[in-house]
């Protein structure tokens, strides 16, 4: 069964606290992981996409990496305006996407 | 101007009722998605639909139906809402294979 965990739930840093995200997968075949941004009442809003083994992206403070069973977000000192939901979701077997829980990061001044 | 709306973004209703959330874009996307979101359990896909004409079940359809009424316009309805419908629904949209879905900013559903 395809599954995604996100850990830990919550996360509470503070400002210039660097840290990291972990998404595991259990998906045959990866055909695509993304990440998501999500902050309280809005919608997720996209970070970025990993396909393969190896791939790293970085975006400001974020960097993302991706392994064959799991997926880093690492957040780089950060800034109390990266508080936020952080998702994960993977394409599954049947190509659609499978979301996490979430982890809630919390950046304190 | 948001790309994906949603509309309301709020409701509070009683069991019984029907019900019906509207999303509208002005991506362009053919692709069309709505789920729903409850703590601890992440997004789950209710339906799907790559264009007017094909509409597919998610993983959690029953007691949702849904209607591709233009290729900007998916709508998502609750025949007869029931409680534990009570949930932040989100409409998204993806432009092809290997792109990212973007995604509205919900509708909060309370059911009483």
């Known amino acids: 069964e395809d599954q995604v965990t996100q850990s830990p739930e919550a996360l509470r840093l503070q400002e210039g606290e660097s840290s990291s995200l972990n998404c595991s997968y259990t998906v045959s075949g990866l055909r695509g992981l993304f990440w998501y941004r999500q902050d309280p009442g809005k919608g997720p809003e996209f970070l970025f996409t990993l396909y393969s083994a190896g791939e790293e992206k970085e975006k400001e403070r974020l960097k993302a990496t991706l392994t064959k069973k799991e997926s880093f977000l690492h957040i780089t000192a950060p800034k109390p305006e990266d508080s936020a939901t952080y998702l994960c979701?993977?394409?599954?077997?049947?190509?659609?996407?499978?979301f996490g829980a979430g982890t809630q990061v919390v950046v304190t001044p | 101007d948001a790309d994906v709306t949603q509309t309301p973004r709020n409701r509070i209703t009683k069991t019984g009722k029907r019900i019906m959330l509207e999303c509208s874009q002005t991506k362009g996307h053919d692709r069309m998605y709505w789920y729903r979101q409850d703590p601890g359990l992440g997004l789950r896909l209710i339906y799907y639909s790559f264009d007017v004409k094909d509409i597919n079940k998610g993983e959690i359809s029953d007691g949702y139906s849904v209607s591709r009424q233009a290729q900007a316009k998916f709508s998502l309805s609750l025949e007869s809402a029931i409680p534990n419908q009570t949930a932040l629904y989100f409409c998204a949209t993806k432009d092809g294979e290997r792109q990212p879905q973007h995604f509205g900013d919900g509708t909060r559903l309370s059911i009483l």
């Open positions: 979701a993977v394409v599954d077997s049947w190509g659609k996407l499978q």
